[in-house]
């Protein structure tokens, strides 16, 4: 098992990577001399793996060439396909934002700007329709290339569905009280 320190000194490093103060190869590097033979580390993933699958937002990290790198489960299940079925295909065929009247995708935009995204759109599969949250993160090698891009997908409709019902809450009363002559309505 991972000494405690060794533990923050990757997770110290992994959130630099993600706030850009280092690059993820840089990370990857430290995590050999951490662990060194390839046991260790086999044992060091199937922990991270177990992790990252524990994770309640969808996770997906994409390579260069749009091939989908890994998925954890939560993305399984809200693009409604397994793992096996996701790895190593293009991302189009899955949960996919569309920006721009051309249709360029979140993922091109994110491997030519070099930044970070953030939108909310919905889907449309086998899972049925969902509102979701789109985080999109570009992870840089040293020497400044864009090898990967870390994705994130939250499944928001609950939250987008009770908005709606409090929109239709306030709208009842007010059509009520509007009716009333000297009434006071007030939203907060």
């Known amino acids: 098992m991972i000494a405690v320190d060794k533990q ?5 490093f992994a959130l630099d990577v993600k706030e850009g103060r280092k690059n993820a190869s840089d990370f ?18 199937q922990l991270y793996k177990s992790v990252f699958d524990l994770l309640s937002v969808g996770v997906r ?5 749009n ?14 396909k397994e793992e096996s079925e996701i790895v190593g295909e293009n991302c189009k065929h899955f949960i996919c934002p569309k920006f721009c009247s051309n249709g360029e ?5 994110v491997f ?11 889907v449309h599969n086998n899972t049925g329709n969902r509102f979701m949250h789109y985080e999109a993160i570009p992870i840089i090698n040293s020497d400044g290339e864009i ?8 499944d928001v409709t609950e939250q987008v569905n009770t908005r709606g019902e409090l929109q239709e809450t306030q709208n009842l009363y007010f059509n ?7 009434a006071v309505f007030i939203i907060k």
């Open 8 to 12: 923050k000194n990757l997770f110290d």
């Open 28 to 45: 990857v590097d430290l995590f050999i001399n951490h662990y060194g033979t390839a046991n260790n580390i086999e044992n060091e993933l």
């Open 61 to 65: 990290i994409q390579n260069k060439k």
């Open 67 to 80: 091939g989908i790198f890994t998925v954890n489960k939560a993305y399984s299940k809200l693009s409604g």
């Open 105 to 109: 995708c979140a993922l091109n935009l």
């Open 112 to 122: 030519s700007s070099g930044k970070e995204l953030m939108t909310d759109f919905i």
């Open 147 to 154: 090898n990967y891009v870390f994705e994130t997908y939250s």
């Open 176 to 182: 009520i009280l509007t009716a009333i002559s000297d």
